[in-house]
């Protein structure tokens, strides 16, 4: 069973930045694709940003210009950077993953606040 372990929430001002970490039991290669969503409070989960196998991402346009998602297969972990964050990006963030045999994983969540 793959376990994914998300670090790096907290509580910074508007305009600043945190980056997000996701850290994979098993490599990261066997994935189709790997993912972040985000959930706020009375509001339903939505993708942020997804990175496919080759590479190829597409962003919430919420976060576009803002947010850049990465990966290193070295150390099986999935980042979501976060610059100019908005009191509206404040939510729960999830990482995502999806293998090629279509098993959907996610781990436990990291709480992000961001105060006006």
């Known amino acids: 069973q793959v376990q994914l372990v998300e670090s790096g929430g907290g509580t910074v001002q508007a305009g600043g930045s945190l980056r997000l970490s996701c850290a994979a039991s098993?490599?990261?290669?066997?994935?189709?694709?790997m993912g972040w969503y985000r959930q706020a409070p009375g509001k339903q989960r939505e993708l942020v940003a997804r990175m496919r196998s080759g590479f190829t991402t597409n962003y919430a346009d919420s976060v576009k210009g803002r947010f850049t998602i990465s990966r290193d297969d070295v150390k099986n972990t999935v980042y979501l950077q976060m610059n100019n964050l908005k009191p509206e990006d404040t939510a729960d963030y999830y990482c995502?993953?999806?293998?090629?045999?279509?098993?959907?994983?996610w781990g436990q969540g990291t709480q992000v606040t961001v105060s006006s």
């Open positions: 995502n993953a999806i293998s090629w045999s279509d098993q959907e994983y």
């Open positions: 098993s490599t990261i290669i066997v994935f189709m694709s």
